[in-house]
């Protein structure tokens, strides 16, 4: 708990359940790491490098991520509720039943990002890039996606969604959107 890797390289290392509540790992490297099911409540990973990390199951509630990489992450059934995800790079990363409710996604890109059943309630998404993501069952209720990138994203079977949202998207390039 409150543990500080400011800068630190942990390219590779185990943290399967830890607590690592109210810790700083601004500007680690956590390349190819193991963060399954730990506890990061309230940490902060600005400008963290966490590509390739195996993050399943683990509570990021409340957790800075601003400006981190997380290209390739495995975030599958990740809590991120009220996360600060801003201007992070989450490029081809799994988020498949990911709970984003109220997160801040703001220029985030989610390029190719597995969003399949993830929860995206309230979650600010200004130019956010979801371009070719997959939200297939997704969870999408009080969202504005006006200045998002969605141009072949598939939107199958999502929750949450309007008319005029179902016609926005469709005119931008939204795949399988009913």
């Given at each position: 708990e409150g543990a500080c890797g400011f800068k630190a390289k942990m390219m590779g290392a185990t943290l399967v359940k830890a607590n690592l509540i109210f810790s700083n790992f601004r500007e680690t490297e956590f390349f190819n790491a193991n963060l399954n099911e730990a506890n990061c409540s309230n940490s902060t990973f600005e400008n963290a490098t966490l590509d390739r990390a195996d993050i399943q199951r683990a509570n990021l509630r409340h957790v800075d991520l601003?400006?981190?990489?997380?290209?390739?992450?495995?975030?599958?059934?990740?809590?991120?509720?009220?996360?600060?995800?801003?201007?992070?790079e989450l490029e081809l990363a799994d988020l498949t039943q990911a709970n984003l409710t109220q997160a801040d996604l703001s220029h985030a890109s989610l390029f190719g990002a597995r969003l399949?059943?993830?929860?995206?309630?309230?979650?600010?998404?200004e130019n956010t890039d979801l371009r070719q993501a997959n939200l297939e069952k997704a969870h999408l209720e009080a969202l504005d996606f006006s200045r998002c990138l969605v141009q072949v994203a598939i939107f199958t079977d999502v929750?949450?969604?309007?008319?005029?949202?179902?016609q926005w998207l469709k005119n931008h390039g939204v795949l399988n959107i009913d």
């Open positions: 601003r400006k981190a990489s997380l290209v390739g992450a495995n975030l599958k059934n990740a809590d991120l509720t009220e996360a600060i995800v801003k201007r992070a399949e059943g993830a929860i995206l309630n309230s979650t600010k998404l929750k949450g969604l309007g008319w005029t949202q179902k």
